[in-house]
């Protein structure tokens, strides 16, 4: 069973920058997905962006495009929520997620479909204004 470890996160003005990591227990299939969730308080948990494994295709939530970049490292097993421009709207708990797909598709159908079926614990990120 994939195991996942956020860390990272802490507080921060608007406008600063983050970087989310998170360090998984073992090499994913090249059949998975795997992907970055917010919570806010009060508010229910949110796509933020995710990435195939495969081959790197990337898919981004409208409200982080162009602030935020996700990425992998297969040698290290670890996966990146690069975070710019912080606004106090992306207060959150941060989860990192994988799917547990079986079967290679295309990384269209893999990015449309994401569904977690692996969560880590979530790392807190607070923006000040």
């Known amino acids: 069973q994939v195991q996942l470890v956020e860390s990272g996160g802490g507080s921060v003005q608007t406008g600063d920058s983050l970087r989310l990591a998170c360090k998984i227990s073992?090499?994913?299939?090249?059949?998975?997905?795997l992907g970055w969730f917010r919570q806010a308080p009060g508010k229910e948990r949110e796509f933020v962006a995710a990435v195939t494994w495969r081959n790197n295709a990337k898919k981004y939530a409208d409200s982080v495009k162009g602030r935020f970049t996700i990425s992998r490292d297969a040698a290290s097993l670890t996966l990146y929520l690069q975070m710019n421009s912080l606004k106090p709207e992306d207060t959150a708990v941060y989860y990192c997620?994988?799917?547990?797909?079986?079967?290679?598709?295309?990384?269209?159908?893999?990015?449309?479909?994401?569904?977690?079926?692996?969560w880590g614990a979530g790392t807190q990120v607070i923006v000040s204004s």
């Open positions: 073992e090499r994913p299939y090249s059949s998975y997905t």
């Open positions: 997620s994988s799917d547990g797909r079986t079967e290679v598709v295309s990384s269209n159908i893999a990015l449309a479909t994401f569904q977690p079926v692996y």
